[in-house]
């Protein structure tokens, strides 16, 4: 029997997306920080709950192989990155099996090995799965001596780490993050305070058009206008790359980051990034992917499984700012985008002109609102459906529209395999069989995985080979996550 203040031996099996090492006792899974997959580790437990429990890590006994030193001095304690301590390869393979278990066990698909393909990491062809992030925010404060600090906010906490050098960021953004430090010194401009609510720079924003190299620095602050604002642009045009210098104002009492006004004090107030040959119009405020390179390989995928021949009417639902949408239209009749924050749709209508392309139409609205008005009021059609959805997954009734839109082919591409696997399953039962899929590394040292795969409408239900009794709370209480969300 396991109680609190119990010490075992265990092997670690298993981590969450944060990073924590699991390990099963008799079944029973413990949760362990700062252990990896492959170690064996003496813990004293430390809580329980009714399917898991937590223990404290006292000694690594033998260190798993795939432990690694993290490359970044702080990523302890700035849990950005929940993987560091863990080799880029065996990251890729806990992604990689985390998608084929979700798949299994939740999907029901038995032979999910041979249907996803070898994850796409950025450890070949040149990629590297470093500095591949395209947008930072930093936030600014003071420390107990009174000094400017900028970095990142200690994991569940507001305490400033002061480091700039962020191992998965852009490397310009040490010395724009200085040069902003240097401009407050020199000025005597005041960071934000949270407690007090007083101070000027809340946080430093930035975003790089990769293609380009073009920078955006947006400052942040509670203020309607920045003091000396010619200098700090004298300052930060010295940088090399920056192109466009925002000031945004959020004098809100709030963890939001941006608030909604922004004013541009130098340049244009967006960037260019392409994209596979598409341009895409950057603003301080637009939604778009952190990861410019892995972005290509997966709209690439999405593309290769919609198997568009130039005849096909296609719906991105899901679509932001019509990113997919505009890849994908150069090879289809029509594209139709369907999106719930309204400014996003802006920028697709804006990317769409932009690129001088023609066949694109774009809806505000909820997918499992806008997707049956249509089908219903107006009797669309679609040859090929791709989905995007945020992380809870597909709403059912947006799917239960798409089935009855009988598209030839749908593309699903998740950021979360659990409710990818739920949503697959349901549409597993209504007559689409997921064909082939593959995982991208999109975010490299963080617990997240994305992931695109084809389903083929064959009319019946398909057979998975070895069809596995689903075990969805079974699965959850591996994982330890919150399964409310992803139940249906
Ligand atoms: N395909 C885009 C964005 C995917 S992120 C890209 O690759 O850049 C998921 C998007 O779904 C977000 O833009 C979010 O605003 C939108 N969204 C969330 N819930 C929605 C809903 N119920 N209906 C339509 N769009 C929704």
Same mark, same amino acid.
């Given at each position: 029997?396991?109680?609190?203040?119990?010490? @075992? #031996?265990?092997? %670690?099996?298993?981590?969450?997306?944060?990073?924590?090492?699991?390990?099963?006792?008799?079944?029973?899974?413990?949760?362990?920080?700062?252990?990896?997959?492959?170690?064996?580790?003496?813990?004293?437990?430390?809580?329980?709950?009714?399917?898991? =429990?937590?223990?404290? @890590?006292?000694? !690594? %006994?033998?260190?798993?192989?795939?432990?690694?030193?993290?490359?970044?001095?702080?990523?302890?304690?700035?849990?950005?990155?929940?993987?560091?301590?863990?080799?880029?390869? +065996?990251?890729?393979?806990?992604?990689?099996?985390?998608?084929?278990?979700?798949?299994?066990?939740?999907?029901?698909?038995?032979? +999910?090995?041979?249907?996803?393909?070898?994850?796409?990491?950025?450890?070949?062809?040149?990629?590297?799965?470093?500095?591949?992030?395209?947008?930072?925010? $930093?936030?600014?404060?003071?420390?107990?001596?009174?000094?400017?600090?900028?970095?990142?906010?200690?994991?569940?906490?507001?305490?400033?780490?002061?480091?700039?050098?962020?191992?998965?960021?852009?490397?310009?953004?040490?010395?724009?993050?200085?040069?902003?430090?240097?401009?407050?010194?020199?000025?005597?401009?005041?960071?934000? #305070?949270?407690?007090?609510?007083?101070?000027?720079?809340?946080?430093?924003?930035?975003?790089? +058009?990769?293609?380009?190299?073009?920078?955006?620095?947006?400052? !942040?602050?509670?203020?309607?206008?920045?003091?000396?604002?010619?200098?700090?642009?004298?300052? *930060?045009?010295?940088?090399?790359?920056?192109?466009?210098?925002?000031?945004?104002?959020?004098?809100?009492?709030?963890?939001?980051?941006?608030?909604?006004?922004?004013?541009?004090?130098?340049?244009?107030?967006?960037?260019?990034?392409?994209?596979?040959?598409?341009?895409?119009?950057?603003?301080?405020?637009?939604?778009?992917?952190?990861?410019?390179?892995?972005?290509?390989? *997966?709209?690439?995928?999405?593309?290769?499984?919609?198997?568009?021949?130039?005849?096909?009417? !296609?719906?991105?639902?899901?679509?932001?700012?019509?990113?997919?949408? *505009?890849?994908?239209?150069?090879?289809?009749?029509?594209?139709?985008?369907?999106?719930?924050?309204?400014?996003?749709?802006?920028? +697709?209508?804006?990317?769409?002109?932009?690129? #001088?392309?023609?066949?694109?139409? $774009?809806?505000?609205?909820?997918?499992?609102?806008?997707?049956?008005?249509?089908?219903?009021?107006?009797?669309?059609?679609?040859?090929?459906?791709?989905?995007?959805?945020?992380?809870?997954?597909?709403?059912?009734?947006?799917?239960?529209?798409?089935?009855?839109?009988?598209?030839?082919?749908?593309?699903?591409?998740?950021?979360?395999?659990?409710?990818?696997?739920?949503?697959?399953?349901?549409? =597993?039962?209504?007559?689409?069989?997921?064909?082939? =899929?593959?995982?991208?590394?999109?975010?490299?040292?963080?617990?997240?995985?994305?992931?695109?795969?084809?389903?083929?409408?064959?009319?019946?239900?398909?057979?998975?080979?070895?069809?596995?009794?689903? #075990?969805?709370?079974?699965?959850?209480?591996?994982?330890?996550?919150?399964?409310?969300?992803?139940?249906?």
């Amino acid at each position: 029997m396991i109680t609190k203040n119990t010490k @075992l #031996d265990i092997t %670690i099996t298993d981590m969450t997306n944060e990073g924590e090492g699991i390990g099963k006792v008799d079944g029973f899974p413990l949760f362990v920080k700062d252990a990896v997959i492959g170690d064996r580790v003496k813990v004293t437990v430390t809580k329980l709950k009714k399917n898991y =429990g937590y223990a404290h @890590l006292d000694k !690594v %006994i033998k260190a798993s192989p795939d432990r690694v030193e993290p490359n970044c001095p702080v990523s302890k304690r700035c849990g950005g990155c929940s993987l560091q301590h863990l080799s880029y390869e +065996a990251q890729l393979k806990f992604k990689y099996n985390k998608v084929v278990n979700c798949l299994k066990r939740i999907g029901g698909i038995g032979d +999910a090995e041979s249907r996803i393909k070898d994850i796409i990491g950025m450890n070949k062809d040149g990629s590297s799965p470093w500095n591949y992030r395209n947008k930072a925010q $930093f936030p600014v404060g003071r420390d107990k001596d009174n000094n400017i600090v900028t970095g990142f906010y200690a994991m569940r906490s507001h305490d400033i780490i002061n480091y700039s050098d962020c191992k998965i960021q852009h490397p310009s953004n040490v010395e724009i993050v200085e040069a902003v430090k240097g401009f407050m010194e020199e000025y005597a401009i005041p960071p934000y #305070d949270e407690v007090s609510h007083t101070g000027i720079v809340r946080h430093i924003v930035t975003r790089i +058009a990769v293609s380009s190299g073009e920078i955006m620095v947006c400052l !942040v602050i509670n203020a309607d206008s920045l003091p000396y604002a010619d200098e700090v642009v004298d300052t *930060l045009t010295r940088v090399d790359g920056v192109a466009s210098i925002c000031i945004n104002i959020n004098k809100d009492k709030t963890n939001r980051i941006l608030g909604d006004k922004t004013v541009t004090i130098y340049g244009n107030d967006y960037i260019i990034d392409s994209i596979g040959g598409v341009n895409y119009r950057i603003q301080a405020r637009s939604f778009y992917q952190v990861n410019p390179v892995q972005t290509e390989v *997966l709209y690439s995928k999405a593309l290769e499984y919609a198997d568009l021949s130039g005849d096909e009417v !296609v719906w991105d639902v899901y679509c932001g700012i019509g990113t997919i949408s *505009l890849f994908l239209a150069g090879k289809a009749k029509h594209v139709y985008g369907v999106e719930i924050v309204p400014e996003a749709i802006d920028d +697709a209508i804006a990317n769409a002109e932009l690129n #001088d392309i023609k066949n694109t139409t $774009f809806y505000v609205g909820k997918a499992e609102e806008v997707l049956p008005r249509e089908y219903e009021e107006h009797n669309v059609s679609a040859d090929v459906i791709v989905v995007d959805p945020p992380r809870k997954g597909c709403d059912v009734k947006a799917l239960e529209t798409i089935v009855k839109m009988n598209p030839a082919r749908v593309v699903y591409v998740s950021c979360d395999p659990a409710t990818l696997a739920r949503d697959v399953k349901w549409l =597993g039962e209504n007559g689409y069989e997921l064909v082939e =899929g593959v995982a991208v590394d999109m975010f490299p040292h963080t617990g997240h995985v994305e992931t695109v795969v084809q389903l083929v409408n064959i009319g019946v239900k398909p057979d998975y080979t070895v069809r596995l009794e689903v #075990d969805v709370d079974e699965f959850y209480k591996t994982v330890g996550e919150d399964k409310s969300q992803k139940q249906r």
